[in-house]
């Protein structure tokens, strides 16, 4: 059993990122040329990776850091497809034709706010307009409050054959800090109108870190998901960022776990879970030992994106919506927040790009180390050289030598060829990825921090 080091989390529970991407999204700049950034997705010949980021929630959240609007009406929605419709437009103007899409997500927000009927409308456009591959995985982040069966036989008539369920934690307590009250009825109902629509794999969304919870009602919380019979969980550690969402200075009237009572909780989640036939892939994901996402990792063609661990590789990933995130092989873009600008440079055929970037040769080279880093938790010198024709131990020789103290902590091992994380240094892969990081000594931006 993994028993997290308290010292350790004392010495090393500080402000990082999450490497969903590199560089991060603060070194994103509006200086960039949008033009180039236009250019680079219109560059693109392979696989096609959708995101649909819906922003509408009928009630706030208090944990939530998402770009959201808060609304009871649908009728919001309705005007947002036409949005999404009309930026799919403008971006298959410079798209290279017939691509194939590997990959779809819903996220939001809340997808299921929008009804069967705007869900259909939806489908419709998409099919028309996207070719989808056979083995094309389709999912959806669904709310088990606002769902009905009707909801689910929608999102199945576009193709979803995966549903992520958000349930934080089951203690009533807890959902009430939070302002998400979530019975288990409403729990089992939702799980059982997936599978009946024959939806093959489940996710269910938890969070730690939150009011109340303590590592013995997380093993409550854990034991009872486990009912559920997931295929997948990502039990994500509560980031406390109340400068970008400000509804989370709610929940420090009601205190929030100390970091030591958090890495005792990761421990009981990983005992749990580790020891009834779930994988740690790492972070925050576990996967059953046969799901396709952990012989991923086994195998070392795990990857990592800003829908967090996956297992498509060479995708372009095309964001759609306020705030939605593109990658190329390049460059990054990011979306307008705000839906009025969203609006105003669609009126006039422009992407709605708010910032972007792109990469360097080093960006790249140092992209694809860290990113090997956070899914095979080891790296490999010489098929590193191979695969960046670099000398991988020179390049890297300072960051290499700087590992002298995590190596004498036993966060991670080093020989002549590789660099191997323990299993106590999977707790804090963010501290060991920083090493890589030649943006962050220079950056003022605030990150959460890695415990």
């Known amino acids: ?27 994103f700049s509006d200086a960039v040329d949008l033009e180039d950034l236009r250019h680079e997705a219109s560059l693109e010949t392979g696989p096609l990776s959708l995101y649909f980021h819906i922003p509408f929630c ?23 497809l036409d949005q999404l419709e009309q930026e799919i437009d403008v971006y298959l103007e410079t798209s290279q034709p017939g691509r194939l899409v590997q990959q779809l997500h819903f996220g939001g927000g809340t997808p299921n706010y929008l009804t069967p009927d705007q869900i259909d409308r939806f489908s419709d456009y998409l099919h028309k307009n996207f070719t989808f591959a056979d083995d094309a995985e389709i999912s959806a982040e669904l709310d088990p409050r606002r769902l009905t069966k009707e909801h689910i036989s929608a999102f199945r ?80 550690s509560y980031a406390h960022v109340p400068w970008i969402a400000t509804a989370q200075k709610i929940l420090d009237r009601h205190g929030l776990p100390s970091a030591e009572a958090k890495i005792k909780m ?8 580790t020891s009834s036939g779930y994988q ?7 996967a059953k030992v046969d799901d396709s996402l952990a012989v991923a990792q086994r195998n070392k063609t795990m990857q990592r994106d800003f829908q967090g661990y996956s297992t498509f590789k060479d995708v372009e990933i095309c964001a759609f919506g306020i705030s939605s995130i593109s990658q190329t092989a390049n460059s990054y873009r990011q979306n307008v927040k705000d839906l009025e600008q969203y609006t105003a440079k669609l009126s006039v055929d422009q992407f709605p790009t708010e910032k972007g970037y792109i990469l360097t040769e080093d960006d790249r080279i140092r992209r694809t180390t860290i990113m090997r880093l956070m899914c095979d938790h080891s790296l490999d010198y010489t098929q590193l ?64 921090r890695t415990v």
Not at 67 to 78: M, V
Request: aromatic share 10%.
């Open 157 to 236: 008539r576009l193709g979803v054959n995966r549903v992520s369920f958000g349930m934080q934690d089951i203690l009533l307590k807890t959902q009430e800090a939070v302002n998400r009250v979530q019975s288990d009825e409403q729990n089992r109902q939702a799980i059982q109108w997936a599978r009946e629509a024959d939806i093959n794999s489940l996710n269910i969304d938890l969070i730690y870190g939150l009011p109340y919870q303590t590592p013995e009602t997380i093993r409550t919380t854990i034991r009872h998901v486990l009912q559920y019979d997931p295929d997948r969980l990502a039990i994500f």
């Open 385 to 448: 050289s191979s695969d960046l024709a670099i000398d991988f131990k020179e390049y890297f020789a300072d960051e290499l030598h700087s590992f002298t103290e995590m190596e004498r902590d036993g966060l991670l091992t080093t020989s002549d060829n590789k660099l191997q994380v323990t299993p106590q240094g999977t707790l804090f892969i963010r501290n060991i990825a920083m090493h890589f990081d030649a943006h962050l000594a220079q950056s003022s931006a605030r990150h959460s």
């Open 280 to 286: 740690y892939i790492g972070m925050d994901h576990f």
């Open 266 to 273: 990761l421990g009981v989640i990983i005992q749990e879970l």
């Open 58 to 80: 009928q009630s706030l959240c208090n944990f939530c850091g998402c770009t959201k609007i808060i609304s009871r009406g649908r009728e919001p929605a309705d005007a947002y």
């Open 1 to 27: 059993m993994l028993k997290p080091d308290l010292g350790l989390v004392k010495k090393y529970n500080k402000p990082g990122p999450r490497y969903t991407s590199y560089p991060t999204a603060p070194q």
